[in-house]
Nanobody, 121 residues
C-alpha cells in the first residue's frame, strides 16, 4: 500500500516555473514507477510524464516535453515535477500516481488527491 500527497501547486504567471512534490508513504516506494497526470476543467485526465522505479527511464507527453522534468528521490520517498515556461493551458489539477511504468492511467494503482496549478496569462 502506498499513500501519496502532492504539494506545490499555486497561481503563477505564464512563463513562470513551479516545482510540484509528491510524498509517498510505504517501504516499497522504490519498487514503483511514478507518473504525473493532470485534469483541466471539463476535460479528461491526461498523462504528463512518468519515471521508472530507479529513475533510469522517463517519458513525457509532447505537450510538456522540453519544459517539464520529472525526478525522484527514493531515499526520501518522493517524486518531483519541475515545470518551466508555464502556459495557461497547463492549468489543471495535477496528480501523482504509483504503479507500473506506462502512459495509461490504468497502469497506476495508487493516486494522490491532487494539487491545483493555475497559470494566468
Amino acid at each position: 500500500q502506498v499513500q501519496l500527497v502532492e504539494s506545490g501547486g499555486r497561481l503563477v504567471q505564464a512563463g513562470g516555473s513551479l516545482r510540484l512534490s509528491c510524498a509517498a508513504s510505504g517501504r516499497t516506494f522504490s519498487s514503483y514507477a511514478m507518473g504525473w497526470f493532470r485534469q483541466a476543467p471539463a476535460k479528461e485526465r491526461e498523462f504528463v510524464t512518468a519515471i521508472n522505479y530507479n529513475g533510469g527511464s522517463t517519458y513525457y507527453a509532447d505537450s510538456v516535453k522540453g519544459r517539464f522534468t520529472i525526478s525522484r528521490d527514493n531515499a526520501k520517498n518522493a517524486v518531483y515535477l519541475q515545470m518551466n515556461s508555464l502556459k495557461p493551458e497547463d492549468t489543471a489539477i495535477y496528480y501523482c500516481a504509483a504503479g507500473r511504468y506506462g502512459l495509461r492511467a490504468d497502469s497506476y494503482d495508487y493516486w494522490g488527491q491532487g494539487t491545483q496549478v493555475t497559470v494566468s496569462s
